[in-house]
């Protein structure tokens, strides 16, 4: 990667398409070699198998990562019934089989009930999780296995959308941190018997449609790969926009909050409300956040909540 290049100083997200049986390090990889820029980063592991959005975050954008990573995902796939594998997937070695028919269409629908809302979770052991400073998958590898804390993780929807056979298609809907493989095992069981994962395609991540995605394979430019770029502003347009005037752009650059005074908004916010700071020309300039302050209740909002700069850009 050579200094200098024309993206220093510069930030945009791309849309990527992981597809199988890429690592998504190895997406961003190619990335990196089409762009000539060593500052790229992606917001969300996908596993060697699946395939779909895979956001790229290219120079100062990498300042989003987090509140990249919080948008919601969705991931429609295939499961096969009957079947326990060590890795939760088809890739993975047969620990069981189940001798067992697929339940009817009602029971399976019915089954996907607990699965949703706030769940607990138990991390696999093929996972990027760290233990100790060791990767979970890295110690799966050597054969050991480690105790892992259930997880709180947030399932919106699990739906069943086909039955062919053993196989299962399935969506889910899902916030950060939720491990889809480790959902259709605990799914499985639930059926009593075990399922797997054969395969898996995270369609959305947030507005980004995998049906928007870049396709790495294809003989792609530089210029390319700017043109399907997003700006780092609209890359995070679920967020609610705050102009900032001029004057005080200059004085935010070296971390001064701006009063909620000169700020522009369609509506006030609420307590706990992260919010993009914009330019007049819709350059993002820095993340806040609207934090509540001390002081006796029925104050107006802008008295009663505090702009505190979380990331300036």
Partial sequence: MTRGSRFEGQGFVLNVFKESPWTSHGAVQRVRRILNFRKVGHTGTLDPFATGVLLCCVGRATKLSNVLMDLPKTYEGWMRFGVKTNTGDSSGAVEQEWDLPVPPREALEAATNPFEGDIEQVPPMVSALKHQGRRLYELA????????????????????????????????????????????EDYGRALG??????????????????????????????????????????????????????????????????PWGVLQMEE?????????????????????????TSGLDGRPWYDALELQLVRVI
């Fill in 141 to 184: 590898r050597r054969g050991i296995t480690v105790e892992r804390k259930p997880r709180t993780v947030h399932v919106a929807s699990f739906a069943i959308a086909e039955v062919s056979g053993p196989r299962i298609r399935f969506r889910v809907e899902c916030a950060r941190g939720t491990y889809v493989r480790t959902l259709v």
């Fill in 193 to 258: 018997a075990g399922a797997c994962v054969d395969e898996l395609c995270r369609t959305a991540v947030g507005s980004f449609r995998v049906s928007d995605a870049i396709h790495l394979s294809d003989e792609l430019s530089v210029d390319d790969l700017v043109q399907r770029s997003f700006s780092m502003a609209g890359a995070i347009q679920h967020l609610p926009a705050w102009k900032v005037p001029p004057f005080w752009a200059a004085k935010l650059r070296r971390g001064h909050a701006p």
């Fill in 268 to 292: 006030p916010p609420t307590a706990g409300t992260l919010g993009r700071l914009v330019s007049a020309s819709e350059e993002l300039l820095a993340l806040a956040k609207a934090v509540p």
